[in-house]
């Protein structure tokens, strides 16, 4: 009768395991497109399997508890509360920071996306007669497949124009950074250790392309904030100049008042390590669309 009952327990227990593997696998197969593709051109190892399935951090719990959070009724997406005070903004090793030298910057408190925009999230915008349709080259963020991806290939100009939608605006670069890195001045989302596969999407993780926004949970930022390292760059209000830090305010800086190119930041899945510390500073041109270019808002 033991026995019997284990078998039982045994069988009820592999039902289990497999419903639930056959329900991640089709919320997610967008993994195992990848994983396809991968082996259809002869990339696929165990080390690349490894890598990707660490961005779920099954079995670990990232212990950063947000100060507050709400949710934007327009799209659904939750923000994460920042509380007003000072940072420190700008690198303050001597490596590469000609464009970026660490100063003391106070911001009044603000709200941040938890997550980059994904391509659902975008797509509600279009439907709503509001956003304009992406660039030719973007063939997924009308794909259900990867509804949670950071929708990418987007302008400035459409990214300004999403937030505005949903009643936020874009994030100033200043409030970019603190949500990145909190009051402490580290260099990551996360302290101060190196980029590994289990905390952030970038060149070290080999996927070589996005994934979904809400993966990586032990990359939060203190504030709760996910894949401000890696995954897509993102889109700020600011113009971009090499020498704003120098003359910026000291009290929530807006950036120059013109420039021909904007500021991005948060790295993407192409860059190595160091490219994706939350100092790093990128710009293009507002108009351009680019393979890697999205954006979260701020309110």
């Not at 956003?131 to 400035?156: F, G, K, M």
Request: net charge negative; with cysteine.
């Amino acid at each position: 009768m033991n026995l019997f009952k284990n078998k039982k327990s045994n069988i009820t227990l592999l039902l289990s395991l497999f419903i639930s593997m056959a329900a991640i696998s089709i919320w997610n197969l967008d993994i195992l497109i990848r994983f396809y593709h991968s082996f259809q051109n002869g990339t696929l190892t165990m080390e690349r399997v490894r890598l990707d399935i660490a961005a779920f951090n099954f079995g670990r719990k990232s212990s950063v508890v947000p100060v507050d959070i709400k949710t934007s009724a327009p799209d659904g997406m939750v923000q994460v509360y920042v509380p007003e005070g000072e940072f420190l903004m700008g690198k303050g090793e001597v490596y590469k920071n000609a464009d970026s030298p660490q100063h003391t910057v106070f911001l009044d408190a603000f709200w941040i996306d938890i997550v980059e925009v994904s391509n659902a999230m975008y797509v509600k915008c279009i439907q709503a007669g509001i956003c304009t349709e992406l660039a030719s080259d973007n063939i997924y963020y009308q794909n259900w497949v990867y509804r949670n991806h950071p929708v990418t290939y987007v302008t400035w100009h459409q990214a300004n124009e999403y937030c505005q939608w949903v009643g936020r605006r874009l994030p100033t670069e200043a409030e970019w950074e603190k949500a990145a890195r909190g009051t402490d001045g580290r260099m990551y989302p996360w302290g101060d250790e190196a980029p590994n596969p289990r905390l952030a999407n970038f060149s070290g993780s080999m996927i070589h392309e996005a994934v979904s926004v809400y993966r990586y949970p032990l990359g939060a930022s203190p504030y709760g904030a996910l894949n401000m390292s890696g995954n897509a760059r993102e889109w700020v209000t600011d113009w971009y100049d090499s020498k704003y830090y120098l003359s910026s305010p000291r009290t929530n800086p807006q950036g120059p008042e013109n420039g021909i190119e904007n500021s991005m930041r948060s790295g993407s899945y192409n860059e190595d390590g160091r490219e994706i510390a939350i100092t790093s500073r990128y710009r293009h041109e507002p108009q351009s669309a680019g393979l890697s270019r999205g954006f979260r808002c701020a309110e």
